[in-house]
């Protein structure tokens, strides 16, 4: 079964997990390129969501240490928004998604942010960017 799985499409890979979120996260950050935006900070929105080897993190005892932790997520977030002044959403994404899958189970990510208070016209404005790892197949294949 290893041996077919390099051969695997991202569809097929992701089924193998499982998918684990948090959505809604709403954070004040000092974010942006306009000087009305480095004067104060702005309501931002965080969606996420984080892709597991669904064989790893089955739990078998019903406890934390078998499955990634929510918490890793959410402080995540909170540590990156903590650094200061970002003037892209692209930057925030990109770091966060990098930070989220230097975790060992963490197969795959998506981050979203938006900025709701943007235009009065619309919902939100904001940027989403999605990465398997390269190793995602072998980090998927099922012990024997």
């Given at each position: ?93 990109d770091a966060l998604l990098q930070t989220l899958l230097a975790h060992p189970q963490v197969v ?37």
């Amino acid at each position: 079964m290893t041996d077919t799985l390099p051969r695997l499409g991202a569809h097929d890979l992701l089924l193998r997990c499982r998918r684990l979120f948090l959505q809604g996260l709403e954070q004040q950050v000092s974010i942006g390129i306009h000087d009305f935006e480095r004067a104060a900070p702005q309501r931002m929105r965080f969606d996420i969501d984080l892709y597991v080897p669904l064989h790893a993190t089955t739990p078998s005892a019903d406890a934390l240490h078998e499955v990634v932790d929510y918490d890793f997520v959410r402080e995540a977030v909170l540590r990156e928004v903590a650094r200061g002044h970002i003037a892209l959403q692209e930057t925030l994404c990109d770091a966060l998604l990098q930070t989220l899958l230097a975790h060992p189970q963490v197969v795959a990510a998506r981050v979203a942010t938006s900025k709701p208070d943007v235009y009065p016209d619309c919902a939100a404005v904001g940027v989403e960017v999605f990465t398997i790892k390269p190793d995602a197949a072998e980090l998927l294949s099922i012990p024997s």
